[in-house]
């Protein structure tokens, strides 16, 4: 199939089939290669939701990871911050054993030796409990032997990150992100209740699984008041706002963001720090990752035959996945709620991948990255 009309229906085609399997209720999809315009697709919805396909935010979940990430470079070249140094420096609360030794660069590799994940909110909210919390919890690996996915370690990064920028991390997000690429509307934490905001669940089924599942007995904590609520019980814990979920965004802005990472670098990242944030880092570990991205050569991810090893991207939990090909500069940007509304979790990696084959046969090479139409 070549680029063009076909290759565009091919797509839709696609999101109208995976809404009607129920694999989610409406799909976002864009695809684009840097310097113009790119393609959008949508499915589902209806008029009832309110708004257009480009306008509307998704609860982005572990896309928060990679995209927060920035941040992190970006206070590194303002601040000093040093990935090397051990993140006890900046979180003194977990000095000692067993996180003492832990650096900045393994909380955002994933090899800190966290665990993947933990209701911190059951000791209570807020960052002291959860410090409290996080500094009992035994690690499942030693520092830098092995990739082991963790949200703790990034909630952990998120805490970091904020007391070397000396304020949240919301307001650090929109401050050096979001605000100089003109997404500040489009890309954030927290949104308020009124944006146009793809619904999620309708109650806490997941985390209620986890938590039985645990024999803990906890409440998920409530959205910050005014606000989105994420599916994120941890991040809710934080206001919102934590390194592992919490971010908000349009396919757009979540396509302007990743371009960013790039060879070269864009208008907020250099070349280096682009570089940096996107080559291998854990060579011989498990898994290939670079400072919050995972890469196309990691055993089976979502990246799929039509993205080459060094391709970048990552996926979050509520459905949403982003790759770039640093190789053709293209981005990739698929989003989805699959807990709406009853909290099922189908597999997507399937979807995922043959969106980016036929993705990438319609943008062909005439259409370049750049705005939404």
């Not at 035994?138 to 904020?162: K, Q, T």
């Not at 890469?295 to 459905?319: E, Y």
């Amino acid at each position: 199939m070549n680029g063009g009309a076909s290759g565009s229906d091919a797509v839709a085609g696609l999101l109208g089939r995976a809404v009607e399997a129920g694999l989610a209720r409406r799909w976002v999809g864009l695809a684009a290669r840097e310097g113009g315009a790119g393609m959008c697709w949508s499915a589902g919805g209806s008029q009832a939701d309110g708004a257009e396909a480009a306008d509307l935010r998704f609860d982005l979940a572990s896309l928060t990871k990679p995209l927060a990430t920035a941040t992190l470079l970006l206070l590194a070249r303002r601040d000093g911050l040093d990935l090397g140094q051990p993140v006890a420096d900046l979180v003194p609360e977990l000095a000692g054993p067993p996180w003492g030794g832990v650096t900045v660069a393994q909380c955002a590799t994933h090899t800190a030796g966290f665990p993947a994940w933990a209701p911190l909110y059951a000791g209570g909210c807020g960052r002291d409990a959860y410090l409290e919390t996080l500094r009992q919890v035994r690690p499942v690996a030693a520092a830098g032997a092995r990739v082991e996915y963790s949200c703790l370690g990034f909630i952990v990064l998120g805490i970091a990150l904020e007391r070397a920028g000396g304020a949240d991390l919301g307001a650090l997000f929109a401050e050096l992100v979001a605000e100089p690429l003109g997404l500040a509307d489009e890309l954030g934490f927290a949104p308020p209740a009124a944006a146009s905001v793809a619904p999620g669940e309708r109650r806490w089924y997941v985390e209620e699984g986890l938590l039985a599942a645990r024999g803990v007995a906890a409440a998920a904590p409530p959205a910050l008041a005014g606000t989105a609520p994420c599916d994120d019980g941890n991040a809710r814990g934080l206001g919102g706002a934590a390194g592992n979920a919490g971010l908000f965004g349009t396919a757009a802005a979540v396509a302007r963001l990743a371009a960013e990472y790039l060879p070269g670098g864009g208008e907020l990242l250099d070349a280096a720090e682009a570089e940096l944030a996107t080559r291998c880092r854990t060579e011989g570990l498990g898994q290939a990752r670079g400072v919050g991205w995972q890469l196309a050569s990691s055993p089976g991810c979502s990246a799929g035959p039509a993205l080459p090893p060094s391709a970048f991207g990552h996926t979050g939990f509520t459905g949403v996945s982003v790759w770039s090909d640093p190789g053709s500069r293209a981005v990739y940007v698929l989003l989805g709620n699959r807990l709406h509304p009853s909290g099922r979790t189908p597999d997507l990696h399937p979807l995922r991948r043959r969106f980016h084959v036929l993705a990438g046969e319609a943008i062909g090479e005439g259409a370049r990255w750049g705005a939404r139409d």
